[in-house]
């Protein structure tokens, strides 16, 4: 499998400090995210432990072989002096969501690569501080061959005790003709509610100078209430690829349904 294996330890700790803003609760944020938004005069102090294990791979015809990392574990925290500032941080899924909170959860993240073409990545995220336990399990993996890819990713989350959720999300890839004709497919289902929320299939050719273009996407509203006048849209568009130009799709947009 491998000439050389080596373990690397990797302790980490940052030290952020946001400044004093006056009136800071009235500056707009640049993104739409939650975890944009600025806390005024507050200290975040974070840190971890990350473990890595490379593989360097067996000499053949005295070429050296290449050096992988074919495994990273890593446990992260971070404390905020100031509670508001643990409620926007983007480091951690449970938190972003405005609620003060002064320690944030315990983030576990896992990433293996056995081979070049395939990984797959955990993360694990637990509240300790609100004694909530476990929040976040998201388990992922890809496949990346020359003719074929793909991903798939299960999360679940427990942020709402009453209301546990759980999605699928996945795609798929696939290349003839030496590239030149490419096919894509994507779901993604909400377990929880047993339902495709959205899938999609994209087909493409490619020439020398020109190529055409085919998508078909439908979405299924359900999850936003029962009482929406579209509770499925149904898309198909086509399209032209002119190399150097760019691509031409229909002008009046794409064409769709309702249900």
């Not at 446990?75 to 926007?88: A, E, F, K, V, W």
């Not at 480091?91 to 690569?113: E, K």
């Not at 020109?210 to 359900?222: D, L, R, S």
């Amino acid at each position: 499998f491998a000439e050389r294996l080596k373990h690397v330890i990797e302790p980490a700790f940052t030290v952020d400090f946001t400044s004093t803003i006056d009136d800071y609760l009235r500056t707009p944020s640049v993104g739409s995210d939650v975890a944009d938004f600025v806390v005024s005069g507050s200290t975040r102090v974070t840190y971890g432990l990350t473990n890595r294990l490379f593989a360097r791979g067996r000499t053949v015809d005295g070429v050296r072989g290449t050096t992988r990392e074919i495994l990273t574990v890593g446990l992260q925290q971070t404390y905020y002096s100031n509670p508001l500032s643990g409620g926007y941080d983007g480091s951690y899924q449970s938190t972003s969501n405005g609620r003060p909170i002064d320690l944030s959860p315990i983030a576990l993240t896992t990433r293996v690569a056995p081979a070049a073409a395939f990984d797959t990545n955990v993360r694990v995220e637990y509240d300790v501080a609100r004694g909530r336990g476990l929040q976040i399990v998201s388990i992922g993996g890809t496949v990346n061959k020359a003719r074929v890819s793909g991903s798939a990713n299960f999360s679940h989350n427990r942020l709402d005790p009453t209301n546990h959720q759980s999605f699928l999300q996945g795609s798929t890839a696939m290349r003839w003709l030496d590239g030149r004709a490419t096919g894509t497919y994507n779901i993604s289902w909400d377990i929880a509610r047993s339902y495709v929320v959205s899938q999609g299939v994209v087909m493409s050719y490619l020439a020398q100078c020109c190529g055409v273009t085919m998508e078909f996407q439908k979405w299924n509203y359900a999850s936003f209430g029962s009482n929406l006048a579209i509770p499925t849209d149904m898309r198909f568009n086509f399209g032209f690829i002119l190399a150097g130009l760019g691509t031409f799709s229909n002008f009046f947009g794409a064409f769709g349904g309702r249900v």
